[in-house]
């Protein structure tokens, strides 16, 4: 993973050549499919809250080979992604980009192909839009942790549950959490589903009743 300040990341990114793929999806984890299918390129993706579902998106698209950004989440975790598959090699990380934040992304949309984002507060209607319009011809997503106008999708954990502990003893093993879907257009039929987020082995795996029931 490469750590950059504000006033790197432009300078980096230029030499490095990155260039997104002519592919309509970037990858998602197996688990999150039936939510998904993929994230859109030239798409935005509304996360409610962060914690480990973020990092899912991320960690399917970097190990599908996707070069991705993480701008602005300063409590980033590094090795919470890395459990979850995600490679951290194709991750630029930007976790405090001041005042030049819209700046920072920007140029970020134009050369990688998902960028995760943290906004410092909230993205008005003109820089959306600019922001969606440069997505959309670099052929990139955007996942914004928080509330996005006009965001085509929209994720949220609707009830969670840790499970492993017992009565004032024993070990966390996994936290099951129901994942509700919303969106606009084609997308806009609500779907759900169970999941482990994280697994009792730190992966993201289904975890409704006939995914339990063939874990045994």
Do not use: I, Y
């Not at 300040?5 to 230029?14: F, I, M, N, P, T």
């Not at 919470?80 to 992304?105: F, K, M």
């Amino acid at each position: 993973m490469t750590v950059l300040r504000r006033d790197q990341a432009e300078a980096v990114l230029a030499r490095a050549g990155f260039a997104a793929q002519p592919v309509e999806l970037v990858a998602v984890l197996p688990a999150l499919r039936t939510l998904l299918g993929g994230l859109r390129r030239g798409q935005v993706v509304a996360v409610e809250g962060a914690g480990v579902l973020p990092l899912a998106l991320l960690a399917g698209a970097t190990a599908a080979g996707t070069w991705s950004a993480v701008v602005g989440l300063s409590e980033f975790g590094v090795l919470a992604a890395a459990d979850l598959g995600a490679d951290l090699g194709r991750v630029v990380l930007v976790d405090d980009p001041g005042d030049q934040w819209a700046e920072v992304v920007a140029v970020l949309l134009t050369a990688v192909e998902l960028v995760l984002v943290q906004p410092p507060g909230q993205v008005g209607g003109q820089l959306a839009r600019r922001l969606v319009a440069l997505a959309r011809r670099h052929g990139s997503a955007l996942v914004c942790v928080g509330d996005w106008e006009g965001a085509q999708t929209r994720l949220r954990v609707a009830s969670s549950l840790w499970v492993g502990a017992g009565q004032g003893d024993g070990h966390l093993r996994g936290r099951r959490v129901r994942v509700e879907a919303a969106g606009r257009g084609s997308g806009a039929r609500p779907r759900s589903a169970w999941l482990w987020l994280p697994g009792p082995d730190g992966t993201v795996s289904g975890a409704d009743l006939e995914a339990l029931e063939a874990a045994g």
